[in-house]
Nanobody, 116 residues
Framework: QVQLVESGGDLVQPGGSLRLSCLAS????????MTWYRQAPGKERELVAR????????EYADSVQGRFNISRDDAKSTVYLQMNSLQPEETAVYFC?????????RGQGTQVTVSS
């Protein structure tokens, strides 16, 4: 059974940091591109960061470049998102996806709230 389970979301003050994790199971993690998205209420989902399979390439949304870092540990089947200098407008549900060929999986997400 395929599962993606995100964790690490929390309430954080503006300027704070969080580290999200996405633990995968049920498929060969290292062969998949892993992506973090976020979606705020009433807004479309937004790609935040991506790590291609085997960690070959990483890409970021312009809005997070230089503040967020995506990394993966294929041995642990986990992808991480380190988020620094968070701002209130980045309040959203953050979720990860795994994609290869026709296979596309998504987790339930973890809530990140940036507020004073």
């Amino acid at each position: 059974q395929v599962q993606l389970v995100e964790s690490g979301g929390d309430l954080v003050q503006p300027g704070g940091s969080l580290r999200l994790s996405c633990l995968a199971s049920g498929f060969t993690f290292k062969g998949y591109d892993m992506t973090w998205y976020r979606q705020a209420p009433g807004k479309e989902r937004e790609l935040v960061a991506r790590s291609t399979r085997a960690g070959g390439v990483t890409e970021y949304a312009d809005s997070v470049q230089g503040r967020f870092n995506i990394s993966r540990d294929d041995a642990k089947s986990t992808v991480y998102l380190q988020m620094n200098s968070l701002q209130p407008e980045e309040t959203a549900v953050y979720f990860c996806t795994a994609r290869w060929w026709v296979y596309d999986y998504r987790g339930q997400g973890t809530q990140v709230t940036v507020s004073s």
